[in-house]
């Protein structure tokens, strides 16, 4: 659900650089394309769309963070994927969205039309590719996610979600985590006891460390990885 529009800016030869978190494959579509971007902002905990509502929109998130999650018959909630700045998301192979995106905290994201992005696809080639390899990838983290999910332990399963958020968070070695355990657990398929139980033991083995309720640094990157394997 759109809330609040912010602004409106024209992606043509050139990128409006107070409008883009980063130069990637999202910008170089829209630059290519010659699109209209608008930047809307969401809350904390905000839905900026519904499982089945229409997929008439892809987004690009310019600062904050967003959840996609199914909730199940019983009240579980399983999140599928957490995007983040510079991140693309709301790619539908069909009409409808499969999962609800809501905001972890508060967040601004650029979209542009889907219409616009698969006319400009048709015709353009460059477009054309970019779209796919971002699909792609899309493809490859459902993967890596149900890999996760069928076949690797609790400890498994925290050690490949802290590789991965070390990959896409770390700053000067330290990873500023935006959501909660509880996010974490409802990604892992995990109870916030076990996860919460999982880096304790990290933490007195000294593979990771801790620096306030959700920044971590990770001291044994080896470890981890073979927890991983």
Known sequence: MLTQSISTSVIGNKINPAARATDDQFCIITGHAGLVATEYSYKKD?????????????????????????????????????????????????????????????????????????????????????????????????????????????????????LEMDRRLAVAGMMALPMCRRDIGDYLGLTLETVSRALSQLHSQGVLGFSGARQIVLRNRPRLRSMDA
């Open 46 to 162: 905000e839905e900026i769309y519904g499982e089945d509502e229409p997929s008439d929109y892809v987004y690009q998130i310019v600062r904050g963070s967003v959840r996609s999650y199914k909730l199940l018959s019983d009240g579980r909630r399983q999140i599928g994927a957490f995007y983040l700045p510079g991140d693309v998301f709301g790619l539908e192979s069909g009409p409808a969205h499969r999962l609800t995106a809501e905001a972890i905290v508060d967040t601004t994201v650029r979209l542009v039309k889907r219409r616009s992005l698969e006319e400009a696809a048709g015709i353009a080639v460059q477009v054309a590719r970019s779209l796919w390899s971002m699909t792609a990838g899309e493809l490859r983290h459902a993967e890596d996610h149900m890999l996760l999910l069928g076949r690797k332990n609790a400890m498994e399963r925290v050690a490949s979600f802290l």
